[in-house]
């Protein structure tokens, strides 16, 4: 059973950076392709970053590119995701998700989820 837990989530004003971290527990996360997503309220899920299982190969959404960071420590079991300029609509609960399989688009279907922290980005 793969358990992930979020952190580093808060409230930051717009142009100021975050860094989300996922954590696992019971199973080594190189195994793992890893994704971040996000929901805002009254919106769809929305992909957001997603990186392969050696760290070499990561996607992006185009809302976040060039702004955000996805990276990973698989001595440390854990991945971040680093957020700057952010933006108002940044807000929404983040989460980060876990897929046995390889990365190969940025609509795969993760099979593990951690709880989600929250962001809110003020104007």
């Known amino acids: 059973q793969v358990q992930l837990v979020e952190s580093g989530g808060g409230l930051v004003q717009a142009g100021g950076s975050l860094r989300l971290s996922c954590a696992a527990s019971?199973?080594?996360?190189?195994?793992?392709?890893m994704g971040w997503f996000r929901q805002a309220p009254e919106k769809e899920h929305e992909f957001v970053a997603a990186?392969?299982?050696?760290?070499?190969?990561?996607r992006y959404s185009d809302s976040v590119k060039g702004r955000f960071t996805i990276s990973r420590d698989n001595a440390k079991n854990t991945v971040h995701l680093q957020m700057n300029s952010l933006k108002p609509e940044d807000t929404a609960v983040y989460y980060c998700?876990?897929?046995?399989?390889?990365?190969?688009?940025?609509?795969?279907?993760?099979?593990?989820w951690g709880q989600g922290t929250q962001v809110t980005v003020s104007s």
């Open positions: 998700a876990a897929d046995p399989e390889p990365l190969f688009s940025p609509s795969q279907e993760y099979d593990y």
């Open positions: 019971g199973v080594s996360l190189s195994r793992y392709t």
């Open positions: 990186i392969s299982k050696s760290g070499g190969s990561t």
